[in-house]
């Protein structure tokens, strides 16, 4: 099983980036994915979740701001990440089941 991450990088407050997540190896649609993040000095966090059902859920920190998604014939979850403050910069991870990807590095400048 592999998970891809992209779409991070470097954005100014306020702007958008979108997070790409491309799984291999398993049946993507039986299975509940996630995006968690970790910053520099602090613990790893859940930013969202989706389950095979689609019902989804935030952490507060990003409720309003942030949108899950999946594409179950692309094998492909999606972050999309508006209003971003510094304090979203991390290095945001995907995970399904108990395989996360590589991650991929977001900052935010102020």
């Known amino acids: 099983v592999q998970l891809q991450a992209s779409g991070g990088g470097l954005v100014q407050a306020g702007g958008s980036l979108r997070l790409s997540c491309a799984a291999s190896?398993?049946?993507?649609?039986?299975?509940?994915m996630g995006w968690y993040r970790q910053a520099p000095g602090k613990e790893r966090e859940l930013v969202a979740g989706i389950a095979s059902t689609y019902k989804t859920s935030y952490a507060d920190s990003v409720k309003g701001r942030f949108t899950i998604s999946r594409d179950n014939a692309k094998k492909t979850v999606y972050l999309q990440m508006n209003s971003l403050k510094p304090e979203d910069t991390a290095v945001y991870y995907c995970?399904?089941?108990?395989?996360w990807g590589q991650g991929t590095q977001v900052t935010v400048s102020s």
């Open positions: 190896g398993l049946t993507v649609g039986n299975y509940g």
């Open positions: 995970v399904t089941s108990i395989y």
